[in-house]
């Protein structure tokens, strides 16, 4: 007799939520001990399961990065591309991407700070391919208000660089900026990099006065 589906589906619910309850576990230990301070035990404890479980479920660091940065990524405030995207001028967006890396670099302290990455295979790959996709969004705010300009590919590069994480921590934690310095003195490096910026263009109407 063929299993029935309600069994499968019931199981398969099952090792998901499994699965979620060790991938919590593992972020909650990651972001206070270190991934490479966290044991594969330390986890099996703190979810509650046993060592042999956790194992079948993420093997490695391949298996079990993706699963504590995709559990982090849950409860993290949202980059709001669009707005971004649609702010009016170059300021503005300047003004949107500190703040809203300034709200994603706090959340992430926990996790970045201990600066695996260069020990940690599938976590530099991962960043790596964040860092890319974020270039690319600065890239397209730079092409919006700067259609044509030389030299944007390296713009972008350089606004990533003062977006990402060490630069913020640096600025925060170890020169001891507030949050709000923090975020002004980015958005002017922000806009420092473009070059000055244009003038605004004056109304072509006439500037019709009422008579006496």
């Not at 398969?12 to 044991?39: F, P, Y």
């Not at 702010?87 to 600066?115: I, T």
């Amino acid at each position: 007799m063929p299993p029935r589906p309600y069994n499968n589906a019931s199981r398969l619910r099952q090792q998901a939520e499994l699965k979620s309850r060790i991938a919590a576990a593992a972020a909650r230990l990651h972001a206070e001990k270190g991934a490479l301070g966290t044991s594969w035990a330390d986890i099996a404890h703190g979810a509650g399961v046993s060592l042999p479980t956790v194992y079948k479920h993420f093997p490695d660091f391949d298996a079990l990065i993706p699963a504590c940065t995709g559990h982090a990524a849950q409860l993290a405030p949202p980059l709001p591309v669009g707005r971004i995207l649609a702010s009016e001028d170059l300021a503005a967006a300047s003004q949107a991407l500190a703040q809203a890396c300034d709200a994603l670099n706090a959340y992430y302290e926990p996790w970045l700070a201990w600066d695996e990455a260069a020990r940690i295979e599938p976590l530099a790959r991962l960043q790596a391919r964040e860092r890319a996709e974020f270039t690319g969004l600065c890239l397209q705010v730079l092409r919006r208000h700067r259609p044509g300009a030389a030299g944007l590919d390296e713009m972008a590069a350089q606004w990533q660089a003062l977006l990402d994480f060490g630069f913020w921590h640096a600025l925060v934690r170890r020169h001891g900026l507030s949050r709000a310095a923090a975020r002004r003195h980015i958005t002017r490096l922000l806009l420092a990099v473009t070059g000055p910026q244009p003038a605004a263009t004056p109304d072509p109407r006439p500037n019709r006065r009422k008579s006496p």
